[in-house]
């Protein structure tokens, strides 16, 4: 698999990451990372960071595709890496979730953690409830892109979400505790949630990323939604509100 590099200079790579690859290898998997790729071509990441991670600055989960921040050497990887716990990063995604969110836009500010439950997913929760010591502070913010139905007038509505904190599994979580999942999100969807016809993983794609890079200018990189979730958009019918 090739991966698309949208930016590179001497400090920094900006990888556009497809859909269906992990990023690193956190438990025993062998099947191949985007580390692992892009050691292939940049060899000199193994002197950058820790394994597995290396220099990737931040995560993208497996299913979702878009801009991925790489540095490709220590002082780039404690720079950049400074600027997202400052919040000083500003990141969008583009999603598509079922149902029709009342709002134009909006803000989910919420605390996040681990499930009770399922330790492997994340789960919402508000500053009053039990059980919130550890639990780390989400901010989304959203607006509303289009609105969609399908043929079946099952209605979807495609989002930008600004994620002003980077919690693991932030806006997928965020949607669910707003009862519109991320459409064919296999972990957070609902049982009777409908997928739109051609959807084969989780809308979300990382769309656009802008940061100061070391030599003291601010870079903006963008990617185009994929044509796999174009596809997806080019079936449904587009409806005003």
Do not use: W
Not at 140 to 148: A, G, H, I, S
Not at 201 to 210: D, N
């Amino acid at each position: 698999m090739e991966i698309n590099v949208v930016f590179e200079d001497k400090n920094l790579l900006v990888a556009d990451k497809p859909a269906g690859i992990i990023v690193f290898r956190e438990d025993e998997a062998n099947e191949k990372t985007l580390i692992d790729l892009l050691l292939e071509k940049f060899p000199d990441l193994k002197n950058v960071g820790e394994a597995p991670r290396y220099g990737i600055v931040h995560r993208l989960d497996k299913d979702t595709s878009g801009l991925l921040l790489v540095a490709k050497n220590n002082e780039t990887l404690f720079f950049l890496q400074k600027q997202f716990q400052e919040r000083k990063v500003i990141k969008k995604y583009i999603a598509l979730i079922s149902g029709e969110i009342k709002n134009e836009k909006g803000v989910i500010d919420t605390l996040i953690g681990r499930g009770l439950k399922d330790r492997k997913k994340q789960k919402v929760y508000l500053p009053f409830e039990p059980n919130t010591k550890g639990k780390r502070k989400a901010i989304t913010e959203y607006k509303v892109l289009k609105r969609f139905v399908d043929k079946k007038q099952n209605k979807y509505t495609l989002i930008e979400a600004d994620i002003k904190t980077g919690r693991k599994h932030q806006i997928r979580v965020h949607f669910q505790y707003l009862n519109h999942p991320i459409c064919k999100d296999k972990m957070y969807g609902f049982k009777s949630q409908v997928v739109p016809d051609g959807l084969n993983r989780q809308f979300l794609h990382a769309t656009y990323l802008k940061i100061k890079i070391p030599d003291g200018s601010e870079k903006e990189f963008e990617s185009k939604l994929p044509q796999d979730l174009n596809d997806v958009l080019n079936n449904l019918e587009e409806v005003s509100k």
